[in-house]
């Protein structure tokens, strides 16, 4: 089995080791995506509609994961393929549904934020993690503990203090009945895509099932960019060369690398946990955006970043009897 497997698949002797393993690959697939903010607002500056930009990220990111499974990244090895007929027909059904979930999330969240101020956007995104706890000790999949309580709080309190900081920022606040469905929709979108991931498909490693995601993603947004009439919007990058860099991370940086690191963080560390420590996003957002845009980080965006990682540290010390997902040496998929 090869490095990638084994990180992914593997139980790991010391559960407190392969805690801290699961929290930081969630934690820097959290910074990663917190790019798309910045990218979002930049692509639609240059003209480019939010399903064109949904897109080409979601095609330069299926690209990159081609060629990261061509380079052996992520891919099982030969001892450990099977056939696609011996894959359990729930599993594909699963995966199904959290590549829908997946896309309307992705779609949903990109037009939240031309209906939406950015900041308000997030705001209403980022219950999904309270959504993904509640379901996920309702259904008795995960337990109730009052670390992770404490560690929910504390991260939904710094992700409001940051968002909250940036909403200062911005101005006047920008909202419609629609950016706010559409915000919500995102929320609930990511919280399927959260749960099913945990152990909805455990025979489809992560770089396998996030080419299928970004692959689908690519073909459902460019048909439906064309049957809106969206079609100049979607040939844009080809009349301006100067928007290749952007697509180019927000594929790569922004899509494939993070997508397939925070579902093997969700099948290391459970899907309550991870969803608590993607809340980190808001935080590397805000840098990144005073990097970039040149915006000052303000006292109130400090403290919250602050309490967030004291979520991820709780998290960390009260490890859990949860189990990452552990598929059989013969449960893995060759598409090759």
Known sequence: MGNDQRKEYQIASNPGKSQLMGIGIVLFASALFSSLGVLTNLAYEAGMSPVAFATWRETIGALAMVVLLLFGV???????????????GWQWRNLTIAAVAFMSYSLAIFYAFVHLTVSLALLLFYIYPALVTLISIATKREPFTMPKLIALLLALGGSTMAISGQMSQEGAVRFDTIGILLALGAAIGMSIYFLV??????????????????????????????????????????????????????????????TMMLLTGIRMIGASRASILAIFEPISGSVLAAVILGQMLSLIQIVAGALILGAAVILQRSPETIEPVTPSPRSNIDIA
Not at 74 to 88: E, K, N, T, V
Request: without cysteine; aromatic residues 10%; charged residues 5%.
């Open 74 to 88: 992520g891919r099982p090895s030969r001892a450990q393929r099977i056939s696609l007929s011996q894959i359990p």
């Open 197 to 258: 991931g945990r152990g909805g498909y455990p025979s489809i490693p992560s770089s396998y099932a996030t080419t299928i995601f970004l692959t689908a993603g690519a073909v459902a947004f460019a048909l439906i960019g064309i049957a809106i009439g969206e079609s100049a919007s979607l040939l844009q990058p080809f009349q301006a060369a100067s928007i290749w860099p952007m697509l180019l991370f927000a594929g790569i940086g922004g899509a494939a690398i993070p």
